[in-house]
């Protein structure tokens, strides 16, 4: 028993980051994570803190917000190349890539933002969406908070410049393109590294057992998956 208690607190020390795009149940590994003893920040804390620090190039909120705390979901964590900065902060670490379906992920990101953000807003149908929309506004930690981040992903190189295309924020083969490009940016990163990445679909598992075995954990640990904060159809 004591050596199995001491495995455990060993591996509470190890980073666990959870890399995957929102709405493909970071939310649920969030919730197993804490149930298995490991120190999370809190997410709108998170966010204030880290996120357009991170963004603008500056990586010491983010040193300093991850040494506090074991164990990181949604973002910055989910988005653009974070997990290879953190691979380099924190060698050794664990890196879960949750994914789903490709349009079951977009339905599921729009349904959510038009019951949340986009509602706010005041929109009812993300074709209304535009420039203006979140802009000079304070919906969600503080004003043009979500502008910042709308801008990042209408972001379009040509050439040595870079543009703005609002129509493409909620275009469905668009946002799809980037989100299964990263996924397979990430795999191809972590090639020859298993034992530092787990890519899972956790709507189709029944328990944690593969998160349990990757993280190291006695198998006493495995427990039902949650399924957490799914977006109503």
């Not at 599921?108 to 802009?135: M, P, Q, Y």
Request: charged share 30%; proline share 3%; glycine share 6%.
């Amino acid at each position: 028993m004591k050596k199995l208690i001491s495995l455990f607190e060993k591996q509470q020390r190890t980073k666990v980051f959870c890399i995957g795009y929102n709405k493909t149940g970071t939310t649920s590994v969030e919730r197993l994570l804490r149930d298995l003893g490991y120190r999370m920040p809190v997410q709108v804390e998170q966010e204030a803190l880290v996120v357009e620090a991170l963004f603008d190039g500056d990586f010491r909120p983010l040193k300093a917000l991850c040494d506090k705390f074991e164990a990181f979901q949604d973002m910055p964590f989910s988005q653009g190349v974070t997990y290879a900065v953190l691979d380099s902060m924190y060698p050794e670490s664990k890196f879960i890539l949750t994914v789903r379906d490709s349009n079951a992920w977009f339905d599921s990101l729009v349904r959510f933002h038009l019951g949340g953000i986009l509602k706010k807003a005041g929109l009812k149908k993300v074709e209304e969406f535009n420039e203006d929309t979140f802009k000079d506004k304070n919906i969600y930690i503080r004003k043009n908070y979500l502008y910042r981040a709308a801008r990042r992903n209408a972001a379009i190189v040509k050439g040595d410049k870079i543009s703005y295309e609002w129509s493409l924020i909620y275009d469905r083969a668009f946002r799809i393109a980037i989100y299964e490009a990263r996924n397979q940016e990430i795999i191809r990163y972590f090639q020859g590294r298993r034992n530092q990445l787990l890519v899972i679909d956790i709507g189709k598992e029944k328990d944690t057992s593969k998160i349990v075995d990757f993280l190291g954990l006695p198998k006493d640990r495995i427990s039902r998956m949650p399924h957490l904060n799914k977006s109503a159809s």
